[in-house]
């Protein structure tokens, strides 16, 4: 478990990058492998020893942290994509208006 967690603490830092860079493409992928790390994770047993089971809920507890930095970015981008939507829609029934008064 502890490998696992360490490698979606990894991912979660790369998501965290590319989301700062706007690198939308690479968020979505990584995002996809975290999910399935997550999952992994999930179904494995908890650590017997205390020291690992503190360390990994530091991890998780820096994930957490990260996630909320990384969620005001992707509702940003999220908002400007619908933003985008709407101006295309916009554009586009303008000139279907345009095309059927010529």
Not at 39 to 68: F, G, N, Y
Request: aromatic letters at 2%; glycine letters at 0%.
């Amino acid at each position: 478990m502890h490998n696992e967690i360490k490698q979606v603490f990894e991912l979660t830092e790369k998501i965290l990058s590319a989301a700062k860079l706007h690198d939308w493409e690479k968020v979505e992928a990584l995002q996809r492998l975290r999910e399935q790390l997550t999952t992994k994770a999930e179904s494995l047993p908890t650590p017997e020893d205390e020291s690992v089971s503190q360390r990994i809920r530091e991890m998780i507890t820096a994930i957490q942290e990260m996630d909320a930095r990384i969620a005001p970015l992707l509702l940003k981008q999220k908002n400007s994509l619908i933003e985008e939507t709407l101006q295309n829609n916009k554009g586009r029934k303008m000139n279907k208006a345009y095309q059927n008064n010529k």
